[in-house]
């Protein structure tokens, strides 16, 4: 006998190659004669042995990373980096104050970063949540209550309604025992449990002998033996597969990486660039020294990561007003550039809540079996039986007659069947009510061919809808039944009963908003394929590829990924093919957003580029994983979610954009007037100054802008595409271009008309300060929006003008080493600041790129 290694495992009879799924093909017998225990269990020696060899009956624990390598993960990010580097070299160079700056705002971003990435429990600590804390375990002087952390391969476990199993187990015994596996394998309905063997190949939803780990006990109860725990059980191996998944990089770690290379290479061009030209033009050698490196710290974009930050943060707040938690910053920016969902059915699409659609014969007539189908006393009722009950009370029915006899649910006969007296004493005669598969009912109804036919056809019209169908029969007896095939042939059939899991309200228009935004929807799900298909279908999607998940498993990835498309609906799929499904969308470079509420979907959230779980219900192995979670469970929030991360990516590239061309009119304006062989327009006070406004403007004034109205009017951008793309690259131009329009001349107009140097100057910085806030506001989505949609704006645009005419027209221009602008000098700077800004305008306008940042 051989056993998995590691913290807990299974016991196998050949080796650890064997497959786990060999138990629900097993005999009861031969189970514990595999396992080495009995009807009994195991002696307590031997379970102190085995405890010992497999550990206790808890998930494998990845050991957590401390905060310390959060931190330094952050403090490694390309543009991080790069700034690190900048304040080391300002410090060498002496100034230390621009050190201090850039490295206080380097540990800011670090610091926000890990403390949101922290803030997550991690996906494997929740799986202890999800297990029983206590057992019921069978020992030879009765059944004692143990915690389930000390359960080993080989322990016989009591389970009734309402417990949460605690293992694996083998059932040895059943007594009408259902259980919700809806978590693990997507069904909605409990599914029925004996302790007959099914075969090897049966999928996991289908394995009617084997209970699993951290499921509820909806009826009945019974007798199992443990064979697996921890991490070797179906939830275990599913916060494995989640532990082993590495999250791929989102397209704003990529768009940073590009952005921190392309401004490394500007600034050290501009650092050599400027001094190179200032000395050839007769400039002191330290003047141009200080002024190459005052340029390429000016040039470095320090803020960004602060502006990137914020962006994501008021989105993630945007998303949290519309009923959506952001669980990771950069997820928001993501969603913008998903171009593939794919979604669980079970509780997602649908609201996991079986309800009684339509019942096909004599409603009062089947409504009377149904109840009659129902123990009369139980504490707990299955939620078909509460719907048919609540159906019956408003039926006027009430239950009637004492019972006699009760031949609990079998999934091998999939019938359930009581006897009961007609009257009030057995005098009345006795009746037999059943219920179970329409097909089982039928063989052991005394019916036509006619009857038959038209109660098949019904069947198939309801299940081709989509519905769940339950058949009903009756009889009489003179006398009690000796066993169970004498109660349950030469019965009369009744009718059907069918039943709907409802979409969630908003599913139809939230599939059509996504796919109106060239976002494809693909439909993964552990239940029957008609189910997903007929789901599929009433959420509005097209018919397109319906597979299995046992034909999924055997096609080559080429196959599969040719047939994965809008529309396609994959039904009975395991965890790991849905993990597979998302890395194939990934290999082709879709962005993958996998919507999902059970533990079955945990591993898909975990490897998708965004993971939204749905909070309200969902398991919580999903919740802690995914980095979205639907707090109001309303799937057009995912809509919501997509619009804001396009708005979030939309408005990041406009704030680059403008803050990157600013950056390049500032090496232009001072590389032009040193070849001139003129003074700096700029000292580096005037330098802070002008940053001071450029920051403001980026991480103020844009982040706040509201979404377009167009932005879910048109496809996502191309997975891959560079974000310094060509109309990022253009409308940077275009800034640096206008922006130099204004400035460059006025500073060169005014030193030929024989203006000072200071009074120069003057001119040059109140036409930054006018013309930079003039040409954003042609960057914006809709410039003609009222102030009180974005009042940072407007406000930021007023501050930034008033401050340019304190600066140069009173008395505070010398406290700035400024000259003060004459009338006639002022007038040129605001005359060549509205042409610039016309031109900015008309550009834009030619170009057309403002609809495509």
Known sequence: MTAHSGQAGQIQATGPAEPAAAWHALSAE????????????LPAAERARRLDRFGPNTPIRRKPEPWWHELAESFTEPLQLLLIAVA????????????????TVVAVVAVVETFTELRATRAIATLR????????????????QVPAAELVPGDVLVVEAGDVLPADARVLASHGLRVDESSLTGESAPAGK??????????????S????????????????VVVATGAATELGRLGKLVAGTKEPPTPLQIALSQLAKAVLVVAIAASVLVPAVGLLAGQPWREMLLSGLTLAFATVPEELPILITLLLAIGGRQLARRGALLRRLRAGETLGAVTTV?????????????????????????????????????????????????????????????????????PARKLVSRVHTLGDDLDAGLGVAVSGAPETVLDRCDVDLLTRQEAEDAVARLSERGLRVIAFARRTLSTAPTDREQAEHGLTYVGLAAFDDPLRPGVPEAIAALTGAGVATIVVTGDHSATATAIALRAGLPAGHTLSGTAVDTMADAELDARLEHGSVIARATPATKHRIVRLLQHRREVVAVTG???????????????????????????????????????????????????????LRRAVAFYLGAKLALVVVLLAALAAGLPSPFQPVHIVLLEIFMDLGATVAFVAEPTAPQAMHHPPRPPGARFLDRTVLTAIAITAATLTLAVLPAYLILTAAGAGAAEASAGAVFAWLAAHVLIAWTLRTRPLLTWKT???????????????????????????????????????????????TLVAAAVGRLARFRARL
């Open 790 to 836: 974005n009042p940072a704006f407007p406000a930021w645009a007023a501050v930034a003008v008033l401050t340019g005419l304190a600066a140069t027209t009173t008395s505070f221009s010398s406290l700035l080493h400024l000259g003060t602008l004459a009338p006639m000098q002022l007038s040129v700077a605001v005359g060549l600041v509205l042409v610039a």
């Open 194 to 207: 004996s302790a007959h063997p099914v075969p090897a190949p049966t999928e996991l939803a289908e394995r």
């Open 30 to 41: 031969a189970v514990l004669d595999r396992l080495k225990s009995g009807p009994n269990g």
């Open 597 to 651: 509420d059970g533990a079955n979907d945990a591993p898909a959230l975990a490897a998708a580029d965004v993971g939204i779980a749905l909070g309200r219900r969902s398991a919580e192995l999903a919740r802690t994983t995914a980095g979205l979670i639907l707090t109001n469970d309303a799937y057009p929030t995912v809509v919501d979610a997509t619009a804001t991360g396009r708005n979030i990516t939309a408005q």
């Open 342 to 410: 794919v979604t669980d059915k079970t509780g997602t699409l649908t609201e996991n809540h079986l309800q009684l659609a339509e019942i096909i014969g004599n409603r009062h007539e089947v409504l009377a079996v149904a109840l009659a189908c129902q123990p009369t006393h139980a504490t707990r009722r299955e939620p078909l039986e509460v719907e048919l009950a609540s159906a019956a009370e408003e039926a006027g029915l009430a239950g009637s007659g004492r019972e006699i006899a009760v031949f609990p649910f079998d």
């Open 129 to 144: 949540a999800m297990t029983a804390p206590t057992a019921r375990l069978v020992r030879e002087d009765g059944v004692v």
């Open 209 to 224: 002998s084997l209970l699993h780990s951290g499921s509820p006990v909806h009826a009945g109860a019974g007798r199992a």
């Open 88 to 103: 080391v070299l300002s410090a060498i160079f002496g100034e230390l104050r621009d050190a201090i700056a850039i490295g």
